[in-house]
T-cell receptor, first 108, second 115 residues
Framework: EDKVVQSPLSLVVHEGDTVTLNCSYEVTNFRSLLWYKQEKKAPTFLFMLTSSGIEKKSGRLSSILDKKELFSILNITATQTGDSAIYLC????????FGKGTHLIIQP | ETGVTQTPRHLVMGMTNKKSLKCEQHLGHNAMYWYKQSAKKPLELMFVYNFKEQTENNSVPSRFSPECPNSSHLFLHLHTLQPEDSALYLCASSQAGGVGTDTQYFGPGTRLTVL
């Protein structure tokens, strides 16, 4: 059975801090790893990673995949209160498996 | 852990068929969601139910008909679908929908192919 584990489950930091969110996986026939940001409604897509070692970057967010060690990290630098959300990791294998998410709270 | 289950996992149907997708959550949640995940498109929210009442319908065609008989079960009835409806249909649940930031737990999805 495919498995995706995110850590930490929750994190509280101050504005301006840098955070690193982790996602590890065990998936049959790995195809890609997805990061989503979930606020009040549907998760919004952040990144799709398919190749090891290639960093994807969008503004203050970046992510990288390690297919040998079976994990990915999502970094957010210079955090803002608007970054407060649940960050979901999902892996595409034979199916689509979501982790339980990291609940990130940015305090002013 | 069998938090959110979906059946069937795979479904192939013709355009004139009628079928139903089933979702069940064992987490004691009060909100349930249907999403559509098409190839190369972002996750699309279709319907939201809170305490068995539909609170959101994101302009979904009437050939998709949801049903929520209780807080633990959610169905998506399908009829006269089109090939472009082929996608992965995901069900999710959360403690309460649309109230603050509420973790959604996703099922494994039903891979639907419409011929």
């Amino acid at each position: 059975e495919d498995k995706v584990v995110q850590s930490p489950l929750s994190l509280v930091v101050h504005e301006g801090d840098t955070v690193t969110l982790n996602c590890s996986y065990e998936v049959t026939n790995f195809r890609s790893l997805l990061w989503y940001k979930q606020e009040k409604k549907a998760p919004t897509f952040l990144f799709m990673l398919t190749s090891s070692g290639i960093e994807k970057k969008s503004g203050r967010l970046s992510s990288i995949l390690d297919k040998k060690e079976l994990f990915s990290i999502l970094n957010i630098t210079a955090t803002q209160t608007g970054d407060s959300a649940i960050y979901l990791c999902a892996v595409v294998g034979d199916g689509l498996t979501f982790g339980k998410g990291t609940h990130l709270i940015i305090q002013p | 852990e069998t938090g959110v289950t979906q059946t069937p996992r795979h479904l192939v149907m013709g355009m004139t068929n009628k079928k139903s997708l089933k979702c069940e959550q064992h987490l004691g949640h009060n909100a349930m969601y249907w999403y559509k995940q098409s190839a190369k498109k972002p996750l699309e929210l279709m319907f939201v139910y809170n305490f068995k009442e539909q609170t959101e319908n994101n302009s979904v065609p009437s050939r998709f008909s949801p049903e929520c008989p209780n807080s633990s079960h959610l169905f998506l009835h399908l009829h006269t679908l089109q090939p472009e409806d082929s996608a992965l249909y995901l069900c999710a649940s959360s403690q309460a929908g649309g109230v603050g930031t509420d973790t959604q737990y996703f099922g494994p999805g039903t891979r639907l192919t419409v011929l």
